[in-house]
Nanobody, 124 residues
């Protein structure tokens, strides 16, 4: 299994940008996709974006398309989420997720492994 550690959350003004990072530890020798979800208070967890192990496949939720980008390092163990034009309603706990699959596998509805979450607060 993999253990995920997120960093980079914090407070940002509306319209601003923030970058989150997530590093995987453990059984990283197999191919696994990595992505991000978020959960706002009183709401269900929402899928945001995912990237395959190869980096050749990505999928982005409509709600963040054009504003959020994901990248993966050459070692395949760290992903970065670049968030631009943030809105106050995007205040939430952001979770990194991972799941094993083929080199181009991506997930959208859930994953087996989760980070502890990092708080992102967007002030108006």
């Amino acid at each position: 299994q993999v253990h995920l550690v997120e960093s980079g959350g914090g407070l940002v003004q509306a319209g601003g940008s923030l970058r989150l990072s997530c590093t995987a530890f453990g059984r990283t020798g197999s191919t696994f996709a990595m992505g991000w979800f978020r959960q706002a208070p009183g709401k269900e967890r929402e899928f945001l974006i995912v990237i395959s192990w190869s980096g050749e496949s990505t999928y982005v939720a409509d709600s963040v398309k054009g504003r959020f980008n994901i990248s993966r390092d050459n070692a395949k163990t760290t992903v970065n989420l670049q968030m631009n034009s943030l809105k106050p309603e995007e205040t939430a706990v952001y979770y990194c997720a991972a799941d094993y699959g083929g080199r181009n596998y991506v997930f959208t509805s859930g994953a087996r492994y989760w980070g502890q979450g990092t708080q992102v607060t967007v002030s108006s």
